[in-house]
């Protein structure tokens, strides 16, 4: 399982969607361009030192991440795409351990070849009349269910998760 971030442009939400990966062993993909400078002080401030215990990869573009190659280096079975237009809510979606939940920018989303070349699209079933949620919240809710149904979450140290 990976969480992976197309051209994020708000480095608070890149933090916060940092830090959730690091707690939860997953590692992070970064697409760029990113919408700020990679080691802006704002994103470090929201990653806080978790970002020491991050495995991050960053790639230069949507092209690189989604080659042949890379996606069997990184072990990527699906990429599954997260969007206010997806077919299948999240909770009806069946995860498996080698997927990478793709996350777009929070201004943009993803252009329509990304979401194209996406295995499958996945929404957040929300109420009418209202347009998305936060780009960290949404990765964390669908993580969450994604490291439930594969049995992936990190050892349990008794820990409640509340800092």
Known sequence: MRLSLYQPDIPQNTGAMMRLAAC??????????????LDDRRLRRAGMDYIDHLDMKRH?????????TNRAELNIGRIVLLTT???????????????ALLMGSES????????????????????????????????????????????????????????
């Open 60 to 68: 230069i573009s949507w092209d690189r991440f989604a080659s042949g």
């Open 85 to 99: 237009r997806g077919s299948v809510p999240y909770l009806d979606f069946t995860f498996r351990p080698g997927d």
């Open 108 to 163: 943009a989303g993803v252009p329509d070849e990304v979401a194209d070349a996406a295995d499958a699209r996945i929404r957040i079933p929300m109420r009418p009349g209202l347009r998305s949620l936060n780009v960290a919240l949404a990765a964390a809710m669908v993580l969450g269910e994604a490291l439930r149904q594969t049995a992936l979450p990190p050892a349990a140290s008794g820990d409640t998760g509340i800092d």
């Open 24 to 37: 939860m062993g997953v590692p992070l993909d970064i697409i760029e361009p990113c919408g700020f400078i």
